[in-house]
């Protein structure tokens, strides 16, 4: 158990949809990093937050959008969904921010 | 931007057998290094990192790495597979210095068969 949580597990939409996918990084962790992994694409990074703000950002669409709560805890909104959405998007943390180290299980995302 | 090759997309080997997954990158500067790992239906695991000194670094399950800066490579090794080794591979790189997030190669998926 790597102690990062994320939910739902599995999630599916139609196109022009908007989802909200939540993390809750293992405990004592401060940074969560979204990925979103799909077979053409590999693992793709999305962004990271450290301590609530914003710390990198990779190939996020404008369509997507995130945040990191007081609690630590991150969501992940995905709006005006498209059929090359669906992925599998992983969470993952860790304590100081510099690569992640524990992953969580991901949401699957499928789009009809 | 840095980027991460994994030549081998399908790797199937017999129990015992030894193992060489092929992972370059590509950046001008130092880098820090990751193999990680994806059991059939897991999550990610960590299995090893190159941070500095020792460029054979030696991780979990019997797995070790070798860094070789002159051809831009860190090969992932272990002299003889299980079964249980079934699962995805991915190589990862991000340069020392400022908030560059890890990139990760497409990975390398080894089956390992009885």
């Known amino acids: 158990d790597s102690g990062v949580t994320q939910t739902p597990k599995h999630l599916i939409t139609a196109t022009g949809q908007r989802v909200t996918l939540r993390c809750s990084p293992r405990?004592?962790?401060?940074?969560v990093y979204w990925y979103q992994q799909s077979l053409d694409q590999g693992l793709q990074f999305l962004i990271q937050?450290?301590?609530?703000?914003?710390?990198a950002k990779g190939n996020i669409l404008e369509r997507f959008s995130a945040q990191q709560f007081p609690d630590l805890h991150s969501e992940l909104n995905l709006s005006s969904l498209e059929l090359g959405d669906s992925a599998l998007y992983f969470c993952?943390?860790?304590?100081?921010?510099?690569?992640?180290?524990?992953f969580g299980d991901g949401t699957r995302l499928s789009i009809l | 931007a840095q980027s991460v090759s994994q030549h081998n997309h399908h790797v199937i080997l017999s129990e015992a057998a030894s193992l060489e997954l092929g992972c370059n990158y590509s950046?001008?500067?130092?880098?820090?290094l990751f193999w990680y790992v994806q059991y059939p239906g897991q999550h990610l695991q960590l299995l090893l990192k190159?941070?500095?000194?020792?460029?054979l670094v030696k991780g979990i399950k019997g797995f070790e790495a070798e860094f070789i800066k002159s051809k831009f490579s860190f090969n992932l090794r272990k002299p003889s597979v299980q079964w249980s080794d079934t699962a995805e591979y991915f190589c990862?790189?991000?340069?020392?210095?400022?908030?560059?997030?890890?990139?990760f190669g497409k990975g390398t998926r080894l089956s390992v068969i009885a």
């Open positions: 993952a943390s860790s304590v100081d921010g510099i690569q992640p180290q524990h």
């Open positions: 405990s004592g962790d401060l940074s």
């Open positions: 937050y450290y301590n609530g703000e914003e710390r």
């Open positions: 950046y001008g500067g130092t880098v820090n």
């Open positions: 190159y941070f500095s000194g020792d460029p």
């Open positions: 990862a790189v991000t340069p020392i210095s400022g908030n560059t997030p890890l990139v």
